[in-house]
């Protein structure tokens, strides 16, 4: 049985900076996850997105265990998953720059 992650819709959001493969999850209703959206924007990152609260609750309560169990350390949102390895929980601009390699 695969995970729940895996099947999830996700909306791509386009950048010429592809130098990772980024996901992000994310709140509606949160200022810090509009801000990190804001900020990948525009540094014309390309990532991919998902808005947890807007999907079922049953599903949205296993993929913050899916990432939990993977990642060791979450969720508080806004998160970014960087090449499936690692994850950043929370938004602060410095160390999601040095986290992708933006300067």
Known sequence: MGRMIDKLEFTQHEGSNQEHELTLY?????????????????????????QLDQINPMVKHTVKSELKGQFQNLPVFPVLVIDNQEAISGFTEEKWREAIGLS
């Open 26 to 50: 994310a709140l509606s209703t949160c200022a810090f996850c509009k801000r990190a959206i804001k900020f990948l924007e525009e540094n014309d990152v390309a990532f991919r997105s998902i």
